[in-house]
């Protein structure tokens, strides 16, 4: 458990993602079908930062907020995950996880 607040955390989060600093993207099938190119962006540049330092409160509640909200089902209303629709409610293989994509002809919101 962190000592935190939202407002602290979004904070942190806002300034990972304006951040100028160059990082690695995925590249190939299953990541343009896993995330919107937006999303995959953001979560490159949260997950570089985050590795290079995850010692305060604030982002060590936004490395288990993210964690949380990678994969899921689609609901009719709001997002709650950041992935598209996976097969069930866990992150399957990637392969499985293209087939099923293809087949089912989802896309990443």
């Not at 607040?5 to 989060?13: G, L, R, T, V, Y």
């Not at 069930?88 to 089912?104: D, I, L, Q």
Request: glycine share 4%.
């Amino acid at each position: 458990m962190v000592a935190t607040s939202a407002e602290d955390i979004e904070k942190s989060c806002m300034e990972i993602l304006s951040s100028s600093a160059e990082v690695e993207v995925p590249q190939g099938e299953f990541w343009s079908l896993c995330y919107h190119s937006h999303t995959l962006s953001d979560l490159s540049r949260l997950r570089s930062a985050l590795i290079q330092d995850s010692s305060s409160p604030e982002r060590k509640a936004l490395r288990a907020l993210v964690l949380g909200m990678l994969h899921g089902p689609r609901n009719k209303s709001a997002p709650s995950c950041l992935s598209n629709q996976m097969p069930r409610t866990y992150a399957a293989k990637p392969e499985y996880a293209v087939r099923f994509w293809t087949k089912s002809g989802l896309w990443p919101e």
